[in-house]
């Protein structure tokens, strides 16, 4: 694996893990962000000037009271900005048709969701866990930007195929739609378009709308009569990788998540818009009323740091142009590792930096598949 990792011209292996609120600066002699009482947020410019927030409040003399209270300040503003999560529907699903494959079944199938949606998915179950029955770990896999949605990930000719390659590996698979991708494409509109949904809820996020369809995805997974309900991860790239840690923070029932260029964080960026309101696909629509006023309600090392000591890995990359930011992005990851070595979990997290475009090369796929093998295959 380290010849592979020096073949790929990696630059950095960090070990940490997800977790919330700032990071420590190399300069302490600085002074703090300023926050702003309204929503407890950060002043953008100081972030930029300053560096981001470290997560432990009091360095290593935190204590476990500390960092709960903070933690649980970060949900609760994390909560607010999505809009909340409502209450979950029963598990419902049916299966539309079924294919099968080399080593595995790939089910097409349809299950049920908050306020009358459907969530459109493939199930991939391993051939040799159909037939001994024994239950198997489990993973949501969550796709990138783009219009195949599922297809991307759960078939043989994907883009990015981690879901067919982690059903090879003996894990079955649940691979959804998010709204706007694949089959849930709003009628006459391109892909990852989402007026219609706030049209139809003005009040909630397309973040809050796929945290819960995810979470509905596991409560699928969990009642799985193959699945064995303790060992379910996650996985994605891009806008898929950060569903993946947004579902690890907000559903302890993930086990471990793996994150591909998908940590975008305020701190640094020539594009904080990003997670704001646009014509195309709108993130948390508050965040653009505050970055007008100079302000953001939180970083997203902070929410990666909810789900600690969760094992996570992150994979980010140099020459990615939606994140030129690589320095912030290494200074986020390297206070998470903080969070994670002061809770005495510090081979739950992993890092690494790569010099590569957005991408999620294979030999990072591999080295991530170890990772939710070390958790996942078995019981630590």
């Known amino acids: 694996m380290q010849v592979m990792i020096r073949s790929l011209l990696l630059t950095t292996i960090a070990l940490a893990a997800p977790v919330a609120f700032a990071q420590t600066k190399a300069a302490p002699s600085k002074p703090a962000p300023t926050t702003n009482p309204a929503h407890r947020g950060y002043v953008l410019a100081d972030l930029n000037r300053?560096?981001?927030?470290?997560?432990?409040?009091?360095?290593?003399?935190?204590?476990p009271a500390q960092w709960e209270a903070k933690r649980e300040a970060i949900r609760s503003i994390w909560l607010d900005y999505i809009g909340g999560l409502p209450p979950r529907v029963a598990t419902k699903y049916e299966v539309v048709s079924e294919t099968p494959e080399k080593d595995h079944v790939r089910q097409k199938i349809i299950y049920d969701t908050v306020y009358g949606d459907r969530v459109t998915a493939y199930l991939l179950i391993p051939n040799s866990v159909r037939e001994s029955g024994r239950k198997a770990p489990a993973v949501i896999a969550l796709h990138g930007t783009g219009e195949p949605g599922k297809n991307s990930v759960a078939t043989e000719t994907g883009k990015r195929p981690y879901g067919f390659e982690l059903v090879s590996r003996g894990y079955i698979v649940l691979a959804p739609d998010?709204?706007?991708?694949?089959?849930?494409?709003y009628p006459g509109l391109k892909y990852f378009r989402d007026a219609p949904f706030y049209k139809q809820h003005p009040k909630w996020t397309t973040v809050g709308k796929?945290?819960?369809?995810h979470m509905q995805g596991?409560?699928?997974?969990?009642?799985?009569?193959?699945?064995?309900?303790?060992?379910?991860?996650?996985?994605?790239?891009?806008?898929?990788?950060?569903?993946?840690?947004?579902?690890?923070?907000?559903?302890?029932?993930?086990?471990?998540?793996?994150?591909?260029?998908?940590?975008?964080?305020?701190?640094?960026?020539?594009?904080?818009?990003?997670?704001g309101v646009r014509d195309w696909y709108t993130h948390m629509p508050r965040i653009t009323p505050d970055l007008e006023r100079g302000r953001v309600p939180f970083e997203f090392h902070e929410i990666a740091a909810l789900a600690a000591p969760t094992p996570l890995l992150f994979y980010n990359a140099q020459s990615d142009g939606g994140v030129p930011h690589w320095k912030v992005v290494g200074d986020c990851m390297l206070d998470l590792r903080?969070?994670?070595?002061?809770?005495?979990?510090?081979?739950?997290?992993?890092?690494?930096?790569?010099?590569?475009?957005?991408?999620?090369?294979e030999p990072i796929r591999k080295m991530s598949y170890d990772f939710l093998d070390r958790w996942l295959t078995s019981r630590p």
């Open 178 to 185: 998010a709204l706007t991708s694949g089959d849930r494409i």
């Open 210 to 213: 796929n945290l819960t369809d």
């Open 218 to 275: 596991v409560d699928l997974l969990a009642g799985h009569e193959l699945v064995d309900a303790e060992r379910i991860g996650a996985i994605g790239h891009s806008f898929g990788a950060y569903n993946a840690f947004f579902l690890a923070g907000a559903d302890s029932r993930i086990k471990a998540a793996v994150a591909s260029c998908g940590f975008n964080p305020f701190t640094g960026s020539r594009t904080p818009g990003h997670w």
């Open 50 to 63: 300053d560096g981001i927030p470290p997560l432990l409040p009091a360095g290593d003399k935190t204590t």
């Open 338 to 361: 903080k969070l994670y070595v002061w809770m005495k979990a510090e081979e739950r997290f992993a890092s690494v930096l790569g010099v590569g475009v957005h991408d999620f090369p």
